[in-house]
C-alpha cells in the first residue's frame, strides 16, 4: 500500500514547516490520533529538507507509535514523509 500511495489522490497531510522539533513531535502525535479516528491509512508529513533535524525527530517518533505500520521517505520529495497506518 505505501508503495502505491502515487494511486491515492488528497492524502491528508501536515506541514511542519517552521515548527522547532518538539512542537513537530506534538503536531505529528495529534495528527496521527485524528487520521485514526478518522480511518484514514496514508498520511504525508511534510518536514522539508533543511539540516535534516525535523526530519530525524519525526522518524524517531514514528518508530516509538504502535500504530505506525511503516513510513519512507518519499521518492519525490525529500521533505516528505509517507506514513502508513495499522
Do not use: W
Not at 491515492?8 to 514547516?17: M, Q, T
Not at 478518522?38 to 508529513?45: A, S
Not at 529538507?49 to 521517505?73: A, P, Q, Y
Amino acid at each position: 500500500m505505501i508503495d502505491n500511495y502515487m494511486l491515492y489522490k488528497n492524502l491528508p497531510s501536515i506541514d511542519l514547516h517552521g515548527y522547532d522539533r518538539y512542537s513537530a513531535v506534538i503536531l505529528v502525535k495529534e495528527f496521527k490520533n485524528d487520521q485514526c479516528k478518522l480511518g484514514n491509512k496514508l498520511l504525508l508529513i511534510v518536514h522539508g529538507k533543511g539540516s535534516f533535524i525535523l526530519r530525524d525527530e519525526v522518524h524517531k517518533t514514528l518508530k516509538k507509535i504502535k500504530e505506525v505500520k511503516d513510513f519512507k521517505i518519499d521518492m519525490f520529495n525529500e521533505g516528505t514523509t509517507i506514513v502508513e497506518l495499522k
